[in-house]
């Protein structure tokens, strides 16, 4: 092989390698925007969660604390050690109820009141099917 064909292979190779780490390069950049970071009450409290950046909290709601009705929903979110309040500016789930597990999704303000854009209701793991009455003349 001579001396040019080799340098043009080296160049070739060394094209690819570059072609390479930029698109591994923009993969990662995606990633990075793409994540949602999931955030305790304790760790919001503590000053580790972002200000003005979208993130999740995950917790149960706290008893006693949905607002009335009719207004825009206000609760709060409790991981058993600290609170956060939180609110929503939408209808909510139906299986959301107090003392239950729920995920929101939303923005910190400066004031420390969670501004939901999205809420998740978790659900007991349990299924229990609705037993229907037995027809009338059937056979067991």
Same mark, same amino acid.
């Given at each position: 092989?001579?001396?040019?064909?080799?340098?043009?292979?080296?160049?070739?190779?060394?094209?690819?390698?570059?072609?390479?780490?930029?698109?591994?390069?923009?993969?990662?950049?995606?990633?990075?925007?793409?994540?949602?970071?999931?955030? $305790?009450?304790?760790?919001?409290? %503590?000053?580790?969660? /972002?200000?003005? =950046? *979208?993130? !999740?909290? $995950?917790?149960?709601?706290?008893? %006693?604390?949905?607002? /009335?009705?009719? =207004? *825009?929903? !206000?609760?709060?979110?409790?991981?058993?050690?600290?609170?956060?309040?939180?609110?929503?500016?939408?209808?909510?789930?139906?299986?959301?109820?107090?003392?239950?597990?729920?995920?929101?999704?939303?923005?910190?303000?400066?004031?420390?009141?969670?501004?939901?854009?999205?809420?998740?209701?978790?659900?007991?793991?349990?299924?229990?099917?609705?037993?229907?009455?037995?027809?009338?003349?059937?056979?067991?």
């Amino acid at each position: 092989m001579n001396t040019r064909a080799r340098r043009e292979k080296t160049f070739l190779i060394l094209g690819g390698v570059c072609v390479l780490a930029l698109i591994v390069a923009l993969v990662f950049s995606a990633f990075r925007n793409n994540l949602l970071y999931f955030f $305790s009450p304790s760790q919001i409290a %503590a000053g580790e969660a /972002p200000i003005d =950046k *979208t993130f !999740r909290v $995950s917790g149960h709601v706290r008893k %006693a604390s949905i607002q /009335p009705p009719g =207004k *825009t929903p !206000r609760f709060e979110i409790t991981d058993g050690e600290k609170s956060l309040a939180v609110v929503y500016d939408g209808r909510l789930p139906d299986l959301f109820i107090e003392g239950r597990g729920a995920v929101v999704q939303g923005r910190l303000d400066a004031r420390g009141v969670f501004l939901a854009s999205e809420v998740l209701a978790k659900h007991d793991e349990h299924y229990m099917p609705t037993e229907k009455p037995a027809k009338a003349g059937a056979r067991h």
